[in-house]
T-cell receptor, first 108, second 115 residues
């Protein structure tokens, strides 16, 4: 049973659109991570958050602890944002549980 | 140089062969992990180590073994490779202290094919 659910599984949008990717989890967590996996396979950490909101460039991550939900937003999307975005949560210990990812394609 | 380096990047091996995947890091993190990624599935934890003397099994450790040779080095071995171990393997390190920005750093991955 996967305790981390992401939606949508696939998302295609036009360049410039505002993108939202969602992540829900089943029980309380100590932290949530957003990761980006490039087409070549490498994984880059984007954010680690346990409350509130974080922003880095055009990327914004929010988390609602009460609703057990997080969102990753991309403003002014660009083709280079095309990647798989992965949500992962830490349930109190050091081990992460990963979602299956959202494949984002931005069309010029 | 990458913070977390995995070697090899790609490997094709035959069923029954022993193979070792290596991971080294310059982050100075105590905690290291090996994950496996299969199409349509989230990353799954094979083994993890919180320091040189601490090795723990993850959710899919059968068929794998690890060695933490030093704080900076964590190797994954397949003693007798089988085709369903064909996957993308990632090494990662973590720093999840309050001041940490990203928490985890991943290697570039090793694509292993067992024929």
């Amino acid at each position: 049973k996967n305790e981390v659910e992401q939606s949508p599984q696939n998302l295609t949008a036009q360049e410039g659109e505002f993108i939202t990717i969602n992540c829900s989890y089943s029980v309380g967590i100590s932290a949530l991570h957003w990761l980006q996996q490039h087409p070549g396979g490498g994984i880059v950490s984007l954010f680690m958050l346990s409350s509130g909101k974080k922003k880095h460039g055009r990327l914004i991550a929010t988390i609602n602890i009460q609703e057990k939900h997080s969102s990753l937003h991309i403003t002014a999307s660009h083709p280079r944002d095309s990647a798989v975005y992965i949500c992962a949560v830490r349930f109190g210990n050091e081990k992460l549980t990963f979602g299956t990812g959202t494949r984002l394609t931005i069309i010029p | 140089d990458a913070d977390v380096t995995q070697t090899p990047r790609n490997r094709i091996t035959k069923t029954g062969k022993r193979i070792m995947l290596e991971c080294s890091q310059t982050k100075g993190h105590d905690r290291m992990y090996w994950y496996r990624q299969d199409p349509g599935l989230g990353l799954r934890l094979i083994y993890y180590s919180f320091d040189v003397k601490d090795i723990n099994k993850g959710e899919i450790s059968d068929g794998y073994s690890v060695s933490r040779q030093a704080q900076a080095k964590f190797s994954l071995s397949l003693e007798s490779a089988i085709p369903n171990q064909t996957a993308l393997y990632f090494c990662a390190t973590s720093d999840t202290s309050a001041g940490s920005v990203y928490g985890y750093t991943f290697g570039s991955g090793t694509r292993l094919t067992v024929v």
